[in-house]
């Protein structure tokens, strides 16, 4: 099995930073991708950036230029620097993992259990 830990969501002012942190934990062999979704009350949960296996980057349009992600290929671990947060980016962040090769098995998808992030104006 594999499990995904965030944290570091929390309360902001606008203009302000956060960084969020993601660990996966298992018996992992590899992981293909990983990557951040979010999902604003209301609202449909909307990928927000990833990265693949040889560090490839991709970002949604909205957070393009203020969010940075990285990855520790050897920890298991994506972070997601936010800087210049803006009220809309209030919504709870759910890290994924996409494509997991277990030792004993293969997991597609595998999602965290979310961490809060809320931007006050």
């Known amino acids: 099995q594999v499990q995904l830990v965030e944290s570091g969501g929390g309360l902001v002012q606008a203009g302000g930073s956060l960084t969020l942190s993601c660990e996966a934990s298992g018996s992992i062999f590899s992981i293909n991708a990983m990557g951040w979704y979010r999902q604003a009350p209301g609202k449909q949960r909307e990928w927000v950036a990833d990265i693949g296996s040889v560090g490839n980057t991709n970002y949604a349009d909205s957070v393009k230029g203020r969010f940075a992600i990285s990855r520790d290929y050897d920890k298991n671990t994506v972070s997601l620097q936010m800087n210049s947060l803006k009220p809309e980016d209030t919504a709870v962040y759910y890290c994924?993992?996409?494509?997991?090769?277990?030792?004993?098995?293969?997991?597609?998808?595998?999602w965290g259990q979310g961490t809060q992030v809320t931007v006050s104006s």
């Open positions: 994924n993992a996409d494509g997991v090769v277990l030792m004993s098995g293969y997991a597609s998808e595998v």
